[in-house]
């Protein structure tokens, strides 16, 4: 039963540490969209105000943008194997002394 209610709680501590990991990527990528907007939004601002863009400015526009398809294809790091390693180690020593 104690071993039990033990194990709970290890799984509760690691699962309140990937909540936290992804809060930050959230954060992280919101942070990242919000300057990618602001990179397009200045990019068609200086469209606007030159009378005709070239169409080589145009196509590099659209190079630096990401697509889709790439984010969808980015890996997010959501490994917490190593926190919870150190602190199962870090346990271990405690209950033996």
């Known amino acids: 039963m104690l071993s039990r209610l033990q194990e709970l709680r ?3 501590e690691t699962l309140l540490r990937l909540r ?3 809060h930050d990527q959230l954060n992280r990528l919101k942070v990242e969209e919000l300057a990618l907007q602001s ?4 990019r068609k601002g200086d469209e606007m105000v030159s009378s005709q863009p070239a169409p080589e400015q ?3 526009t ?3 943008v990401d697509n889709e398809a790439t984010i969808n294809q980015t ?3 959501l490994s917490t194997r190593s926190c919870v390693t150190e602190e199962e180690e870090e346990e271990e020593e ?3 002394s």
Not at 39 to 42: A, L, R, T, V
């Open 94 to 96: 405690e209950s033996d």
């Open 39 to 42: 990179m397009i939004n200045s």
């Open 75 to 77: 890996a997010l790091e």
């Open 62 to 64: 659209l190079m630096h």
């Open 20 to 22: 936290a990991a992804l």
């Open 10 to 12: 290890k799984e509760e």
């Open 58 to 60: 145009s196509h590099d």
